[in-house]
Structure formats: structure tokens, C-alpha cells
T-cell receptor, first 112, second 113 residues
Framework: SQQGEEDPQALSIQEGENATMNCSYK?????LQWYRQNSGRGLVHLIL?????REKHSGRLRVTLDTSKKSSSLLITASRAADTASYFC????????????FGTGTRLTIIP | NAGVTQTPKFQVLKTGQSMTLQCAQD?????MSWYRQDPGMGLRLIHY???????DQGEVPNGYNVSRSTTEDFPLRLLSAAPSQTSVYFC????????????FGSGTRLTVV
């Protein structure tokens, strides 16, 4: 079963605008990660946020985590055509098992 | 560094055939995993390993075997291919838990007819 669910499933915005994607999960976690997947390629790790962190930044990426609501958001600022991809959240098993569970993804399209 | 290398990139099997998907990493990562990706379902964990000689089942292990005789290699064996195993398979590795994300291979697209 999927631990994470991304929202929206698909998002189209104009180049230069900000894109926000959300992830909800069901059980307690150690950390949450975001990955990007370009069409037909493998996933690329973007950022990891620990369960005791509330916000983290990396370049144009900003991730927030609200463990009380079991949700996270990924904000991409000043979007570029190269940001067109699918974005997935993934969570670690709280009990220490190496079972990274992925959501179903958000398909982001940047319109030039 | 090559990162995570998967072979083959494409494969067509007949129902009932067996095969091994190869995965190798050159980063000395402890943890390795196999995922399958199907349309609309995200990635699902098949098997994983936390070190040489140690493997465990993920969410969808049936029909697959793994072994981890070395740190570098983590092959995935399909015992008797079925059309339901048509998917894109990804191998991934990471240094350890906590602050590390996974490095993914480029995938193997498998079709079972």
C-alpha cells in the first residue's frame, strides 16, 4: 500500500511562477524525502527532511514538514522549463526497517 | 564514478522464462533496494538489503529472489515470468539511513508476453 499521496496529481504553470506540491502520509516516520523523475529516467534525490525538522531549503527548493498533520510540501520557486518532471515524496519506516515507501507522484509541467 | 548501473535497459520475456536483472554500484553503499514502477502506482519496494549477506522482503516480493554476496552487486531474479511482472524496474543504493537519499539506476524496462 502507498504510504504517501501527492497532491495535485498534475500541475501546469507558466515559467517563472512558483510550484507547490503536497504529500500526505499515514504512519509515523523518521524522515521524508523528495525525488524528481524526468520522463523515462531514474529518480534523482532532491532533499531529505528529518521528522524533528520543520523546514529545509536547497537552492530554489523549500520543503516543509508537519508531523502533526502527517504532511509535507515542496515549493519550487522561479520555475524553469527544466523543472518539468514528476515529483515523488518518500518516507522511511519509523521502526528502523529499510523500507522507503513512495507516493504516486505529481506531474509538473512548466509552460515556456 | 558510474553510480548505479543496471543491465539490461530493455528486455522482452516469454511467460514462464526466468532471468536476472543486474545491478551494480561503485559507491560502497551499504543499502540497496529494488523497486518496480507501474503507471499510476508510484514505486513499490520488491526487496532490499542493508549489507552483504543480508536481504529482506519489501511490499511486493512474490515471484522475485535476490542475493547480496558483495557490497557492489544486488541482482534481482525473476523465477518464472508472468505478464503481471511487466514493469520498469529500478535499483537504488544509499550510504546508510538518516541523512542520505537514494541514488537510482536508469531502470530496466521489462515486458512479459
Amino acid at each position: 500500500s502507498q504510504q504517501g499521496e501527492e497532491d495535485p496529481q498534475a500541475l501546469s504553470i507558466q515559467e517563472g511562477e512558483n510550484a507547490t506540491m503536497n504529500c500526505s502520509y499515514k504512519t509515523s516516520i523518521n524522515n521524508l524525502q523528495w525525488y524528481r523523475q524526468n520522463s523515462g529516467r531514474g529518480l534523482v534525490h532532491l532533499i531529505l527532511i528529518r521528522s524533528n525538522e520543520r523546514e529545509k531549503h536547497s537552492g530554489r527548493l523549500r520543503v516543509t514538514l508537519d508531523t502533526s498533520k502527517k504532511s509535507s510540501s515542496l515549493l519550487i520557486t522561479a520555475s524553469r522549463a527544466a523543472d518539468t518532471a514528476s515529483y515523488f515524496c518518500a518516507t522511511d519506516d519509523y521502526f528502523g526497517n529499510e523500507k522507503l515507501t513512495f507516493g504516486t507522484g505529481t506531474r509538473l509541467t512548466i509552460i515556456p | 564514478n558510474a553510480g548505479v548501473t543496471q543491465t539490461p535497459k530493455f528486455q522482452v520475456l516469454k511467460t514462464g522464462q526466468s532471468m536476472t536483472l543486474q545491478c551494480a554500484q561503485d559507491m560502497n553503499h551499504e543499502y540497496m533496494s529494488w523497486y518496480r514502477q507501474d503507471p499510476g502506482m508510484g514505486l513499490r519496494l520488491i526487496h532490499y538489503s542493508v549489507g552483504a549477506g543480508i536481504t529482506d522482503q519489501g511490499e511486493v516480493p512474490n515471484g522475485y529472489n535476490v542475493s547480496r554476496s558483495t557490497t557492489e552487486d544486488f541482482p534481482l531474479r525473476l523465477l518464472s515470468a508472468a505478464p503481471s511482472q511487466t514493469s520498469v524496474y529500478f535499483c537504488a543504493s544509499r550510504r546508510g539511513r538518516g541523512i542520505y537519499g537514494y541514488t537510482f539506476g536508469s531502470g530496466t524496462r521489462l515486458t512479459v508476453v
